[in-house]
């Protein structure tokens, strides 16, 4: 029998729904190969009264990632054989383009396409066609930094391997899934659902929370290479059974995608071929994320441990919260608990280079971040804020902000906040010839407003905020892909006389947008 405490596992199982409230879920574990653990809560449709089983199919999202690039491995081999046919993805790139394997790992410095259609004027609820995203991904000219040499978390790259892929075999993602992982791995229930507006089995996805309570997420994207499989938790527990199974040989599909990513520069990175490499209760784990508006997903290994944990929601729990609490519970170890931050953190900083703000606020034991696509939780070590793949340190005024996972380091400077700022100023339309797109700056009576027009359309008006000198908070409600790419930053530019010339727009997945003033 698996050497696990059954009782403990159980009782972390059981406080899974309190600790993640929404309308169901489903949750399993596997040890040694053998499934010790497979629980369903809830309902698939509430309105319906459906309930939710190990056999209900939900979407794994971008869980889909590591099975795009499974298939790449199975039919081509070596990437390097498809980099050629990068380029006709991105005609008017001025930068170097990336290798097919950079676009695997996410070091291709490219921005990502699905936060990009804000700026392209897209409504959060409009349909997003199969035919509109390689236009899209077009129009990119420069992007965050060379290839190889940082890690930027990107859909677009994806995107592109798939199309890669389908022209290269002459076949379908959907027949080279079957073949190469679905059935070796016996995943009956499996299937590439690629329009989201129908999702499989008719489970619904819920937006929410106990507070608002939760209501039918609108979903109108269509994507594949990047995301699209839905599959059951039967299904993900076999996957990990065939994982488990060819654990030894070095030959197999899964080894291969686990192997160890680096940078252009020998530094070991923590993302490669779809896979996400971190540590929990000292243990190697590789797995990944999904997120689309009204489900979340996670499902993770370690090779070493030989020990498997898949958690799918149908709402926007933390899906990979879940699946920690549930790996350490296996693994008969406790989270540890936070020290008490001595002192205050709190503050605002401006990272000039990304054009992002930063946004500290302390608790207790705890502090949050704000500064990607979601609040990061840090503690403090007394001289330190710390989470995995972030340190945050004092540096004078200012904060060093030490990325690993991104091989990079970055310089915070202290941006006093302000309640106010006279927005007349910088009203007025701006041009992206980046984005071949157009952004509308409106102030009425105190308020300040954000409208975007482009390729698919015009946006709504998003609310602006002032939140220093020259930088303004552009916040999101939510994108087409699930929730909003994090707040935007609008740092205003001007000529040498003063005057405001252009702006500079970025979030943590499209960083450094350029606009001049028309």
Same mark, same amino acid.
């Given at each position: 029998?698996?050497?696990?405490?059954?009782?403990?596992?159980?009782?972390?199982?059981?406080?899974?729904?309190?600790?993640?409230?929404?309308?169901?879920?489903? /949750?399993?574990?596997?040890?040694?190969?053998?499934?010790?653990?497979?629980?369903?809560? *809830?309902?698939?449709?509430?309105?319906?009264?459906?309930?939710?089983?190990?056999?209900?199919?939900?979407?794994?999202?971008?869980?889909?990632?590591?099975?795009?690039?499974?298939?790449?491995? &199975?039919?081509?081999?070596?990437?390097?054989?498809?980099?050629?046919?990068?380029?006709?993805?991105?005609?008017?790139?001025? @930068?170097?383009?990336?290798?097919?394997?950079?676009?695997?790992?996410?070091?291709?410095?490219?921005?990502?396409?699905?936060?990009?259609?804000?700026?392209?004027?897209?409504?959060? +609820?409009?349909?997003? !066609?199969?035919?509109?995203?390689?236009?899209?991904?077009?129009?990119?000219?420069?992007?965050?930094?060379?290839? *190889?040499?940082?890690?930027?978390?990107?859909?677009?790259?994806?995107?592109?391997?798939?199309?890669?892929?389908? %022209?290269?075999?002459?076949?379908?993602?959907?027949?080279?899934?079957?073949?190469?992982?679905?059935?070796?791995?016996?995943?009956?229930?499996?299937?590439?659902?690629?329009?989201?507006?129908?999702?499989?089995?008719?489970?619904?996805?819920?937006?929410?929370?106990?507070?608002?309570?939760?209501?039918?997420?609108?979903?109108?994207?269509?994507?594949? *290479?990047? &995301?699209?499989?839905?599959?059951?938790?039967?299904?993900?527990?076999?996957?990990?059974?065939?994982?488990?199974?060819?654990?030894?040989?070095?030959?197999?599909?899964?080894?291969?995608?686990?192997?160890?990513?680096?940078?252009?520069?020998?530094?070991?990175?923590?993302?490669?071929?779809?896979?996400?490499?971190?540590?929990?209760?000292?243990?190697?784990?590789?797995?990944?994320?999904?997120?689309?508006?009204?489900?979340?997903?996670?499902?993770?290994?370690?090779?070493?441990? %030989?020990?498997?944990?898949?958690?799918?929601?149908?709402?926007?729990?933390?899906?990979?919260?879940?699946?920690?609490?549930?790996?350490?519970?296996?693994?008969?170890?406790?989270?540890?608990?936070? /020290?008490?931050?001595?002192?205050?953190?709190?503050?605002?900083?401006?990272?000039?280079?990304?054009?992002?703000?930063?946004?500290?606020?302390?608790?207790?034991?705890?502090?949050?971040?704000?500064?990607?696509?979601?609040?990061?939780?840090?503690?403090?070590?007394?001289?330190?804020?710390?989470?995995?793949?972030?340190?945050?340190?004092?540096?004078?005024?200012?904060? #060093?902000?030490?990325?690993?996972?991104?091989?990079? #380091?970055?310089?915070? @400077?202290?941006?006093?906040?302000?309640?106010?700022?006279?927005?007349?100023?910088?009203?007025?339309?701006? !041009?992206?010839?980046?984005?071949?797109?157009?952004? +509308?700056?409106?102030?009425?009576?105190?308020?300040?407003?954000?409208?975007?027009?482009?390729?698919?359309?015009?946006?709504?008006?998003?609310?602006?905020?002032? /939140? *220093?000198?020259?930088?303004?908070?552009?916040?999101?409600? !939510?994108?087409?892909?699930?929730?909003?790419?994090?707040?935007?930053?609008?740092?205003?530019?001007?000529?040498?006389?003063?005057?405001?010339?252009?702006?500079?727009?970025?979030?943590?997945?499209? %960083?450094?947008?350029?606009? #001049?003033?028309?």
């Amino acid at each position: 029998m698996p050497d696990i405490d059954h009782t403990r596992l159980y009782s972390a199982l059981d406080a899974l729904p309190k600790a993640y409230p929404g309308p169901g879920g489903v /949750a399993g574990v596997m040890k040694d190969g053998q499934i010790v653990a497979a629980r369903a809560w *809830g309902y698939a449709s509430l309105e319906t009264g459906t309930p939710l089983s190990t056999a209900t199919r939900l979407p794994i999202c971008s869980i889909s990632k590591q099975f795009t690039c499974g298939v790449l491995l &199975a039919t081509v081999g070596d990437p390097a054989k498809l980099d050629a046919g990068v380029a006709e993805f991105l005609p008017r790139l001025e @930068t170097p383009l990336p290798t097919v394997k950079q676009l695997c790992d996410n070091q291709s410095g490219l921005r990502d396409y699905w936060a990009l259609t804000i700026l392209q004027g897209a409504k959060a +609820e409009q349909t997003f !066609r199969r035919e509109d995203a390689l236009p899209l991904i077009a129009k990119m000219k420069t992007g965050h930094f060379a290839p *190889g040499t940082s890690y930027s978390y990107n859909n677009s790259n994806f995107r592109m391997v798939g199309e890669l892929i389908e %022209r290269a075999t002459g076949e379908t993602l959907e027949t080279l899934y079957q073949r190469h992982i679905w059935g070796p791995a016996g995943m009956t229930g499996a299937e590439l659902t690629a329009d989201t507006r129908h999702p499989a089995d008719g489970v619904t996805g819920y937006e929410g929370s106990d507070a608002t309570g939760f209501f039918p997420a609108d979903n109108g994207i269509y994507w594949r *290479g990047d &995301a699209g499989i839905s599959a059951s938790l039967d299904d993900m527990l076999a996957y990990e059974a065939w994982i488990d199974a060819t654990r030894d040989d070095a030959a197999s599909l899964y080894r291969q995608l686990s192997a160890a990513p680096s940078f252009v520069d020998g530094a070991p990175a923590s993302y490669g071929y779809g896979l996400s490499h971190e540590e929990i209760g000292g243990a190697a784990f590789t797995g990944h994320a999904g997120a689309l508006r009204g489900f979340r997903a996670y499902r993770m290994n370690s090779r070493e441990e %030989r020990l498997s944990v898949v958690v799918l929601f149908n709402h926007e729990g933390s899906a990979h919260g879940a699946a920690t609490r549930l790996a350490l519970a296996a693994m008969g170890k406790d989270a540890p608990e936070p /020290a008490p931050i001595a002192h205050s953190w709190d503050g605002q900083w401006l990272d000039a280079e990304r054009g992002m703000l930063a946004r500290i606020e302390t608790g207790r034991r705890t502090a949050t971040l704000q500064y990607g696509t979601g609040d990061a939780e840090l503690t403090c070590d007394g001289e330190a804020l710390r989470s995995d793949g972030l340190v945050i340190a004092r540096e004078g005024d200012g904060l #060093t902000m030490l990325r690993p996972d991104e091989n990079t #380091t970055r310089s915070l @400077t202290p941006l006093p906040e302000i309640a106010s700022a006279d927005a007349t100023e910088i009203a007025g339309r701006y !041009r992206s010839d980046e984005l071949d797109a157009e952004m +509308e700056i409106e102030a009425r009576d105190g308020g300040v407003y954000a409208v975007f027009r482009g390729m698919l359309g015009e946006g709504r008006r998003e609310r602006m905020a002032a /939140a *220093g000198k020259d930088a303004w908070r552009i916040a999101t409600r !939510r994108s087409m892909d699930a929730p909003a790419p994090g707040d935007w930053t609008l740092v205003i530019g001007r000529d040498a006389a003063g005057a405001v010339s252009g702006a500079t727009l970025s979030c943590w997945l499209a %960083r450094g947008v350029p606009y #001049t003033r028309l």
